[in-house]
């Protein structure tokens, strides 16, 4: 009885397991939820997101949210450095535009993690600081989890690397 009781318990779990595993894999990616102003965005209460905008003085970066990272200045317009970053960042695993355009400057992308498939947001806005300098703000978050261990803030610096030329001195 009790041999029978522990058998079916357990496929049960594995059915369940699997169940939750298929959800995760297939869950749609709603732009209108996840295109959001990194500016502007509210900060999770949970600690799995990551924050980079502009701190610039003279500039207002437009968020009393938290930040976690002050963006780069690139020497650069913005319509190109937004080219070259989406260009990489759709090389990347596990990876696809949900919403936006390099033509707009303002993107929100998922990256999906390698063994369970759980999607991580990463909005970005390119902005136009004159005189052929641009900047970016990026909100980088989890869809599920508390914790992220780190990864949004090692996305956001990884997919950042390519545009280090243009980095103004």
Not at 19 to 48: G, K
Not at 107 to 124: A, G
Not at 136 to 142: D, L, N, Q
Request: hydrophobic letters at 45%; aromatic letters at 12%; glycine letters at 6%.
């Amino acid at each position: 009885m009790i041999g029978k009781l522990f058998f079916w318990l357990a496929i049960a779990v594995i059915v369940g397991g699997l169940a939750a595993v298929y959800m995760i894999r297939n869950v749609s990616h709603d732009p209108a939820l996840w295109h959001v102003d990194p500016l502007t965005v509210p900060t999770p209460t949970t600690p799995n997101s990551f924050r980079m905008v502009p701190v610039i003085e003279g500039y207002d970066p437009v968020t009393e949210e938290r930040i976690d990272l002050a963006s780069p200045i690139y020497d650069a317009n913005p319509a190109l450095i937004s080219q070259a970053f989406d260009e990489f960042v759709l090389r990347q695993p596990r990876t696809q535009r949900i919403a936006g355009t390099p033509e707009t400057g303002w993107m929100t992308y998922v990256q999906q993690t390698e063994l369970m498939r759980f999607p991580d947001y990463i909005s970005v806005l390119f902005l136009d600081l004159g005189n052929g300098q641009s900047t970016v703000a990026i909100f980088s978050r989890s869809r599920y989890g508390r914790s992220d261990l780190g990864v949004n803030g090692q996305r956001v610096e990884r997919w950042l690397e390519p545009l280090s030329s243009f980095v103004a001195e």
